[in-house]
């Protein structure tokens, strides 16, 4: 009778509850909240968790339903769509009883902002209830001032965390000294472009170097933003007519980051976007853009924004290389093991998922949450069998597409302005002679035909005759740097 009369006062063992039993405590609402997330990132993955569970936000737990809050009404119907029972199981699992989730479209300045991390932050933050900061910071701070909002800036993502390799050096090397000359109006590289494949830390380092920049100079004005999130505001303004306003505090930023600038579409919009470029740069502001292909290659932008963001540097991040991607899990395994200090990953499970997992960064991430999630909840070491069998749609996914020779012919054919008849003939034209040895040049590297079989499909070739071309467009890459680029391209473009 008295625990029941406790109870029904809201109280049980000195903590306040509500009349389902359910605590108010605020840490212990945080810290089931904290459990909940890794139990969906253990069940989902990380790529996936990351993409539509990384700015949900615990608000409450009341009358058996947990109430959240996201950032879009587009999310809020995804996640209520797709995975609102998940989401319940797992919420059941620390809040019992619990029969129902809402979701909540929040607005810009509803969460408190922490304070941004200096640049030895090391690895990534995971498991907070606010697990990326959003644009509620003190006036030159990082995500926006003066009313200017940029984009959510991810804390866990300083220099300090990026791993650097040979494919990444020269990016790394060109943001810091971005980063590090904020204020200054000599600028070296602007402005500064980096392009790469989904998952090789575009956005990783375009985050750095605003954290960077703030703890350079802590009162500049450093915005962070994606193309999407420039195209909604630019037409929220225009509808408001609020257009002059926005250009105006648009352009009176220190450094402007924008990620994802394949997506900015819209001639209006492309129009206001390349006068507000062209303003901050003729100023002497910083731009860094980030793009899944060089400026050349985005076909979408009008032809003058095209010139000007390839007028500075532009700098490709390229495949990570087996080296690299063993530091990035080393890397992952150290920021895992400063929670727990007993988890630990063998050398042969190390070099197992470095030589399978070839995609990004995100993969390799999320193979050592998965390894750890797995490691904890089974209190058993995991062998390589166990973690293939762990990993193995992330294996699936970076599969090597499987290109074959008469794709090889298809695009041969494209590029080089050579009809298929042509390159299987005798003809021993010049126009005809390189763009056939090319091909058969991409196909020994490309396939996993024999040199016979590569002779047979160019036109019933000996053997030894695709022998030499493959040594000749070998040397011919040696000799020209613009041969070997246009090879590469030819090589990514099978591959896509």
């Not at 990384?54 to 950032?71: F, M, Y």
Request: with cysteine; glycine share 8%; charged share 30%.
């Amino acid at each position: 009778m008295r625990a029941d009369g406790m109870k029904r006062a809201g109280y049980m063992r000195g903590k306040k509850v509500n009349k389902n039993g359910q605590e108010h405590d605020p840490k212990s609402l945080k810290k089931k909240w904290e459990r909940t997330r890794s139990r969906l990132r253990a069940e989902l993955g990380e790529d996936i968790f990351k993409s539509w569970f990384g700015r949900v936000e615990l608000e409450a737990v009341k009358d058996s339903t947990v109430h959240l809050s996201v950032p879009t009404p587009f999310l809020r119907k995804w996640l209520k769509s797709h995975y609102n029972e998940r989401l319940l199981s797992c919420c059941n699992a620390e809040f019992k009883g619990m029969e129902h989730v809402e979701f909540r479209v929040r607005q810009p300045h509803d969460s408190t902002a922490a304070s941004a991390p200096m640049d030895g932050g090391g690895a990534r933050a995971g498991g907070n209830v606010r697990s990326a900061l959003h644009d509620k910071v003190p006036a030159g701070a990082a995500g926006g001032y003066d009313g200017f909002e940029g984009s959510p800036l991810d804390r866990g993502l300083t220099f300090g965390a990026f791993v650097v390799g040979s494919s990444n050096r020269l990016v790394h090397a060109a943001a810091r000294e971005v980063a590090d000359s904020v204020g200054q109006m000599q600028r070296r590289y602007n402005p500064l472009f980096i392009h790469g494949s989904v998952g090789h830390g575009k956005t990783h380092i375009l985050n750095a170097i605003a954290w960077q920049a703030r703890s350079v100079k802590p009162q500049a004005r450093v915005v962070y933003l994606t193309a999407e999130w420039f195209m909604s505001r630019f037409v929220q303004a225009l509808k408001t007519r609020a257009a002059v306003a926005f250009k105006e505090s648009l352009r009176g930023i220190d450094i402007l980051l924008i990620d994802d600038m394949e997506f900015l579409q819209g001639p209006v919009i492309q129009q206001e976007f390349c006068h507000a470029l062209n303003s901050l740069i003729d100023s002497g502001r910083q731009i860094v853009v980030a793009a899944d292909r060089a400026p050349s290659k985005l076909e979408r932008l009008d032809a003058r924004m095209r010139s000007r963001l390839a007028g500075g540097l532009v700098a490709e991040v390229g495949p990570m290389d087996l080296a690299l991607r063993q530091k990035i899990l080393i890397n992952c395994i150290e920021a895992e093991r400063r929670e727990d200090g007993k988890f630990a990953v063998p050398d042969s499970i190390i070099e197992f998922l470095a030589s399978r997992l070839t995609e990004g960064g995100r993969e390799l991430e999320g193979a050592i949450i998965r390894l750890r999630a797995a490691v904890r909840l089974t209190g058993e070491p995991v062998s390589v069998d166990g973690a293939e069998f762990i990993v193995r749609d992330l294996m699936s996914a970076s599969e090597p597409k499987r290109i074959k020779i008469d794709d090889i012919l298809r695009i041969i054919s494209k590029h080089f302005g050579v009809n298929r008849t042509e390159l299987l003939s005798s003809r021993r034209n010049r126009s005809i002679v390189r763009p056939r040895q090319i091909g058969m040049y991409l196909a020994k590297n490309l396939t996993s035909r024999s040199l016979p079989e590569i002779g047979r499909r160019f036109g019933n070739r000996d053997h030894t005759t695709v022998l030499h071309a493959i040594r000749k467009v070998e040397q011919l890459m040696s000799d020209d740097m613009s041969l070997k680029e246009e090879i590469e391209l030819l090589k990514r473009v099978l591959r896509d």
